[in-house]
């Protein structure tokens, strides 16, 4: 059994991409219509394109507002990516505008950041320490 | 400041969680929920549960020992010494003063 795609529940499939790709660096893999406004579309990292997809998955199901609205309030990030040097990273995105919730801090084997994806997610970036 | 007040702010430091919770503030102030847990495990990797330092924190909030402020819809909090100063200087100062006691 292998994980092959994992979702985000976002607001807004195309502003979504837009944010996904152009900002976060990922690339587009699946893009299909499945009823409705709705689409099958997942991105995946240039770094590991036959990896896990990110399914950038519709929120219109009544639970999913309030269940975001909750994470959000407490700064709990729906979704977490592996960078090689979460300081520069946190430079990158800040130039282009990504408002964090949690600047660079260390937590114990990992030092992290968590900033707003603007589809309604906290989304976590962590770098593994060597200790 | 009245007694139910006095009682809050002492109640809310009679438990080692919560003064924890004080002490990370005091170094770092500004910080969401996630980010409280977070570091509670980087410091001494003892985690305490999200579900703990929800309490925890509406305990210190209600006694005004936190201020809360909103990053978007994000909850944020630091601490407000204010009310812990007023409480010093109404009830434990007096006992404190020297020539009283030992």
Request: hydrophobic share 40%.
């Amino acid at each position: 059994m292998k994980i092959y795609v994992m979702s985000v529940l976002v607001d807004d499939q195309s502003k979504a991409l837009e944010f996904y790709t152009k900002t976060l660096g990922f690339v587009a893999k699946h893009d299909m219509p499945i009823g409705g406004e709705d689409r099958w579309l997942t991105v995946v990292s240039p770094e590991d394109p036959g990896g896990t997809e990110l399914l950038l998955e519709p929120s219109g199901h009544p639970a999913a507002k309030p269940f975001k609205d909750a994470l959000v309030k407490d700064g709990i990030p729906a979704a977490s990516f592996k960078v090689d040097d979460v300081d520069a990273e946190f430079k990158r995105l800040r130039d282009l505008g990504v408002r964090f919730t949690t600047e660079p801090m260390d937590a114990g084997t990992v030092r992290m950041a968590v900033f707003d994806d603007t589809c309604g997610n906290l989304v976590q970036i962590i770098e593994m320490i060597e200790k | 400041m009245n007694a139910d007040q006095l009682d809050h702010i002492f109640r809310a430091l009679a438990d080692p969680t919560r003064r924890r919770i004080i002490d990370r503030l005091r170094e770092q102030p500004d910080q969401s929920l996630f980010q409280i847990c977070a570091a509670s495990v980087a410091e001494d990797g003892k985690a305490i549960s999200r579900q703990a330092v929800t309490q925890h924190l509406d305990m210190l909030e209600k006694s005004g020992l936190i201020r809360v402020t909103w990053s978007g819809r994000t909850k944020i909090h630091s601490l407000d010494l204010k009310p812990l100063r007023e409480a010093v200087e109404i009830w434990l100062a007096r006992h404190l003063q020297e020539g009283n006691g030992r």
